[in-house]
């Protein structure tokens, strides 16, 4: 990847970050957020060519599958926040990717870390309301009392 950029430009930024030094983790942080959904989607879109078993423009012979675009998905990951990702489609809707599960939102370390937080006490509503600073996203009480069903990641068990 290359990037090119003025010295007009760099002068900006530089200012902009002694103005305002916290504003550089925040770019970083944006900067972060878009190469891991890049990443992700270069990801699935490899996956998608492993499931149809050719390149892009590659036809293939008798009833074959094709690509049918993409559609964008959030996703929430630990110590990057929420990602948009583009997941890609096949025309018979066959493909389902294991990159980012169908009905997961976030990750299973973020669930454990909710659920850790609410077995100290925590509740499901004061959870929601940091839920936007701690993890970039805003979970809903509702979401949190899902994430605890079920879970016995501490050694507790359900008995």
Do not use: C
């Not at 050719?54 to 074959?64: M, T």
């Amino acid at each position: 990847m290359k990037v090119e950029i003025s010295v007009p430009e760099i002068v900006d930024i530089f200012k902009e970050i002694q103005e305002q030094p916290e504003r550089l983790f925040e770019m970083i942080r944006v900067e972060i957020r878009d190469n891991v959904g890049q990443y992700l989607s270069k990801l699935m879109d490899m996956e998608l060519t492993h499931f149809l078993g050719r390149e892009w423009y590659e036809h293939g012979q008798g009833k074959v599958n094709h690509r049918n675009g993409s559609y964008r998905r959030g996703f929430t990951l630990k110590g990057i926040g929420e990602i948009q990702a583009e997941v890609p489609r096949d025309r018979k809707a066959k493909f389902t990717t294991k990159v980012i599960p169908r009905s997961k939102r976030y990750e299973d370390e973020l669930r454990e870390d909710l659920s850790f937080m609410f077995l100290t006490g925590i509740s499901t509503r004061s959870l929601s309301m940091i839920s936007t600073r701690l993890i970039g996203r805003k979970i809903s009480p509702t979401q949190v009392s899902n994430a605890n069903k079920g879970y016995s990641g501490l050694g507790f068990s359900d008995q």
